[in-house]
């Protein structure tokens, strides 16, 4: 499926008509018709705002695939948990956190404890990097996230990067918040399914180029 028939597709989904979505954007209804037809194309800065408006990633607003599959409902998990690895992630890495002790050959590792929940993150590499985050109650394991990422451009910022990650939320807890921007450079994230099984990605655009990617997944273990 092209962006066109996509764009057509989420604004029925939500039951908008052509000029509610105009006026959110703050443009005519003649443009979202183009859109639509495949007349025109929406610039960047239109296409980040259908991608928050319709609750979808950039890329997959983009790419030609098939709509996305309704995300999996919720499952019964502990709020205090969830607070607890948002909490973890801005003490870290995002925080800028100490690195202790290697637990590999160069590895990277970061922990933070708080009660009976212990977090840890470890990586390895630089600007092409894979790891792994996991959460410990008392002492056994029972939720893991992997991720695997590469700077694609020399303007990357690792600053700007760890100032999207300080943003992580509840409603979003595996990196950072769904749409993040600063000046010339813009964050998204996008996940599916739930805290027990998903899968997402993110990535940092700086004018409108791509120059970071980072995909994750993980879930639940017993």
């Known amino acids: 499926m092209d962006t066109a ?3 057509t ?4 989904k939500m039951g908008k008509s052509q000029e509610t979505i105009a006026e959110a954007l703050g443009l005519s209804r003649q443009a979202v018709a183009k859109w639509e037809s495949g007349e025109s194309q929406p610039d960047i800065s239109n296409i980040l705002a259908l991608s928050k408006l319709f609750g979808i990633s950039v890329d ?3 790419k030609e695939e098939d709509c996305q599959k309704e995300t999996d409902p919720p499952v019964n998990r502990t709020d205090s948990v969830i607070d607890f690895l948002c909490t973890a992630k801005r003490k870290t890495y995002a925080g800028r956190g100490h690195e202790i002790n290697s637990s590999r050959i160069k590895s990277h590792d970061l922990k933070y404890t708080e009660g009976e929940l212990e977090y840890y ?4 590499g630089g600007e092409n990097f894979a790891g792994e985050e996991g959460l410990w109650k008392k002492g056994i394991p029972f939720w893991s996230m992997n991720y695997v990422g590469r700077v694609l451009d020399n303007s990357f910022s690792g600053d700007f990067l760890k100032s999207a990650l300080l943003n992580v939320a509840p409603s979003l807890p595996y990196r950072g918040p769904e749409i993040y921007r600063n000046e010339n450079k813009i964050y998204s994230c996008s996940v599916t399914g739930n805290f027990d099984w998903f899968h997402g990605k993110e990535v ?4 409108e180029k791509k120059v970071y990617e980072c995909l994750f997944h993980g879930g639940s273990i017993k």
């Open 5 to 7: 028939s996509k764009i």
């Open 9 to 12: 597709y989420y604004r029925k």
């Open 60 to 62: 997959y607003l983009v």
């Open 121 to 124: 993150d470890s990586y390895l």
């Open 204 to 207: 940092i655009y700086h004018d």
